[in-house]
């Protein structure tokens, strides 16, 4: 993951939007210090969502198929 601060990513902010997006490649900005935020591609959130969800639907199989889509508390 690329670290920057947030002084020296203002003015590339544009060059590193079509970085994230077209690498899917978390950058850091880096403010005092600290990671400040994370500049992250869509992409990468809804593939996160849906690992999410297909682990979540494993683990309900896992104990029996107990949950809200079973209809079974």
Not at 40 to 66: F, H, M, T, W
Request: hydrophobic share 45%; glycine share 6%; net charge negative.
């Amino acid at each position: 993951m690329l670290t920057i601060p947030v002084d020296v990513a203002a003015p590339q902010l544009d060059e590193l939007i079509d970085r994230a997006t077209r690498d899917r490649e978390p950058i850091a900005l880096v403010d005092h210090g600290q990671v400040a935020a994370l500049l992250v591609s869509p992409r990468v959130i809804a593939d996160l969502k849906a690992a999410i969800a297909l682990a979540e639907r494993r683990r309900q199989s896992a104990e029996g198929g107990a949950g809200p889509e079973s209809g079974r508390p």
